[in-house]
């Protein structure tokens, strides 16, 4: 049974600040009940565990275009059966998009966790059946360089291996991750080149594992 989800879900938005990255001509966008209805359609293809992680990638707002950000984030968490514990950001090092408030140069995971009633300890704790060895000593924060629009840090998967155990399944995935299982249209792109090898930073990132 799948004891890690992954989400990053096509946000319907667009950005507030002085030029648009015109998010639909990068790949197709769904509305928030569009995106529950494909999350849950893909979970009835595999069966969850009743203690298990989510993380959910959002938008940094609470109100971009048509979607409201982290608070879409968290009703997608909570329709799944999930409860919202955590954001996880995303500090972008080399470059932010302009908005009237400021320059946005972090994007949020958010993240969740289920649990029946006295299986706190399996989902919360070091040496549980969901959580990882390096769970309670991962920071909560990433720093990364953003690359492609969308384009999330490769890096994050071995932080959610070291942080949840698996098996792992990804959600509205681009590529394939071995000992993952992949949903989406565009699982079966090719890797680039820099991320189909392993470095010190693509197993343990920037989040202060130990």
């Known amino acids: 049974m799948i004891k890690t989800l992954l989400i990053d879900p096509p946000w319907r938005m667009c950005t507030g600040g002085k030029s648009s990255i015109n998010v639909h001509y990068q790949y197709d966008l769904q509305t928030q009940e569009e995106i529950k209805k494909t999350v849950?359609?893909?979970?009835?293809?595999?069966?969850?565990?009743?203690?298990?992680?989510?993380?959910?990638?959002?938008?940094?707002?609470?109100?971009?275009?048509?979607?409201?950000?982290?608070?879409?984030?968290?009703?997608?968490?909570?329709?799944?059966?999930?409860?919202?514990?955590?954001?996880?950001?995303?500090?972008?090092?080399?470059?932010?998009n302009p908005t009237p408030y400021g320059m946005r140069a972090v994007e949020h995971c958010l993240f969740g966790v289920r649990n029946r009633k006295g299986k706190i300890r399996e989902?919360?704790?070091?040496?549980?059946?969901?959580?990882?060895?390096?769970?309670?000593?991962?920071?909560?924060?990433?720093?990364?360089?953003?690359?492609?629009?969308?384009?999330?840090?490769?890096?994050?998967?071995?932080?959610?291996?070291?942080?949840?155990q698996g098996p792992y399944c990804e959600l509205y995935a681009r590529n394939r991750r071995e000992g993952w299982i992949s949903f989406g249209n565009e699982v079966d792109r090719p890797l680039p080149k820099q991320q189909q090898q392993k470095t010190t930073t693509d197993q343990y990132g920037l989040w202060g594992i130990v």
């Open 123 to 164: 989902v919360a704790w070091t040496g549980g059946s969901v959580a990882g060895v390096g769970l309670s000593s991962s920071n909560d924060y990433y720093l990364a360089p953003r690359t492609v629009h969308s384009k999330k840090p490769f890096g994050f998967y071995a932080y959610i291996e070291k942080r949840s």
């Open 40 to 96: 849950d359609g893909w979970l009835q293809d595999v069966a969850v565990n009743p203690e298990a992680h989510v993380y959910i990638w959002c938008i940094n707002s609470f109100k971009t275009g048509l979607c409201r950000g982290i608070l879409d984030a968290v009703d997608l968490c909570e329709h799944i059966g999930f409860r919202a514990i955590t954001l996880l950001p995303w500090i972008k090092t080399n470059i932010g």
